[in-house]
């Protein structure tokens, strides 16, 4: 009984180190040229929006084969989103702590502190939007949202909920000048 | 903060990386240190002045620090060029 659970306390920490071991080698690889300059990790940093304003637009549609094509785009560029903001920050907002120094640490910190504010404003806009489409239901003239259009806002508000920390920390990334070089 | 990291780095030929490895931080943290970008933790600038076998004084100011040739020669008057 002993020996199984230390064979696969060895295989955990095994696999751990091996984990471990491509995501340092993953941060240390140079920033690809295109995102060396800030302007463009900035720009990157706004990929977000490009699924929020198709996400919250396919909520509006009436249920059918457009919304459905538009929110399977909203997935891809939000997944998409994802693997470009975390390229742009050398995986810091998914690394985890044991891999990354205090310098690092404390800017993952901050990110996620302003990111959280981001994500309370999203929370407020569909509250907002919630509020408006009751008083329309109300008034007796429609609705914003037409049928399951609020799961697809729901859905967008969560995968540009999950790139908001990864966007934040790619808008404030700057590299040392002459980057890891000695 | 102030840091000679850079003199101290060139003077003993050490590289980025290695100081970095050394201190047990990311070789861009010490680019940071060295741009002032960042201001180390206690426990992180001790462990740079003891891998230097400096006093805190001798690596970290709260000021600019003179110019290493006007310490080397100050003036007949004694002052700093």
Redesign the interface.
Known sequence: MSIDADKRSAQLNRLLAEKDARIRQHRDRPLPGWLASRRNRRIVALTPVLPLIAGFYAGTLPDGVARSALMAAVAVLSVAGILLLRTATRLLDSAPDRL?????ISERNLAYRLAHGLVVVLISLLALMAIADGLVRKAGSGSLVDGDGWISITITAVLVGAMIPAAVLAWRH????????? | MHNRLPVLRAERGVSRSDLAAAVGVNTQTIGFLERGDYGPSLELALRICAWFDLPVEAVFSLTPFAPMSAQLYPTKTGEPR
């Open positions: 990354l120094d205090e310098r690092e700057t590299e040392p000048l002459g980057g890891t070089e000695d």
